[in-house]
């Protein structure tokens, strides 16, 4: 009984720690998404790339799909290498933003590694 009644509070204070830090969390996202605008335009877009991938040479694109554990093989033009970084990023615009946010955002530099 006692663990059970330990193991009880200790969720309730998770739960309250968990509720307490919501309104930080929003803070630090609306500002992420303030500072970059491109990701919302590119996790909007519905056809083609947008914002932050257009200025990516075909190397940085590459890399990008090899650190997301995909393969640039066969993919011939610049819209290849993108659709195939959509496809290895979750398999939309907004899976792509997503990790981009998570490399860095705009500032990000594209991971090395082969490709």
Known sequence: Q????LSESLEEIVERLA???IPAQTRLLEDF???NPELGDLARAEEGAS???VGLSIAELKRHVAALGGATEGCLERADVL??????AG???AAVASY????GGADAAPPRGGG
């Open 91 to 93: 398999g939309s615009w």
């Open 19 to 21: 509720q307490q830090a």
């Open 2 to 5: 006692l663990s059970q009644g």
């Open 51 to 53: 914002g932050v991938l």
């Open 83 to 88: 659709s195939r970084l959509r496809e290895v």
């Open 33 to 35: 998404g303030a500072s």
């Open 100 to 103: 981009w946010a998570s490399a």
